[in-house]
């Protein structure tokens, strides 16, 4: 197990930003303890054809993180993978993916706060683009929760 899954219940921090990143990491690890420990076939599977399968929701969230963090608010070119949901990749490359985007979100956001919090438009900065990841990992953890309950039984975090 790496870091990312063993990340301990987020504790308050005085540092707003380091505070935005303990939570983030807290879900990413949520996610990948769900996606961890099932094979190719398994990460494909969606119940009845619905919901997104696991490697889908690992994938979609790699790709969140790039466009929100190196396009958005590092100005770099991005699209969106019309794969992004149901990628045609092993689950142990999108795991590793998604922890490598991980580690260059953190320290990107590092980067940004030390030097300028970029702002978007009048409403949203680096805090809103943290917040929107905390949200949109928060709720596929839920999902992939739910996902490997149904493929396999597995509960708990």
């Known amino acids: 197990m790496g870091a990312l899954e063993e990340v301990n219940f987020p504790s308050g921090n005085p540092d707003e930003l380091e505070l935005f990143l303990s939570w983030l990491a807290f879900l990413r690890g949520a996610v990948l303890r769900k996606a961890m420990g099932v094979t190719d076939e398994q990460a494909r599977w969606q119940p009845d054809g619905k ?3 696991l490697v889908g929701i690992v994938h979609h969230l790699t790709n969140v993180e790039r466009r929100w ?81 149904l493929l396999d039984g597995t509960v708990g975090e």
Do not use: Q
Not at 95 to 106: K, L, M, N
Not at 119 to 148: K, M, P, Q, S
């Open 69 to 149: 963090i190196d396009g958005a608010m590092l100005g770099e070119p991005t699209h969106k993978d019309p794969d992004e949901y149901r990628p045609d990749l092993p689950i142990t490359l999108a795991i590793e993916v998604y922890r490598a985007r991980a580690e260059a979100t953190d320290a990107a956001v590092r980067r940004m706060a030390v030097i300028t919090t970029r702002t978007l438009d009048e409403t949203a900065d680096l805090r809103f683009v943290l917040l929107h990841l905390i949200n949109e990992t928060a709720r596929h953890a839920g999902h992939a929760d739910a996902v490997r309950e």
């Open 51 to 53: 919901l997104l399968p």
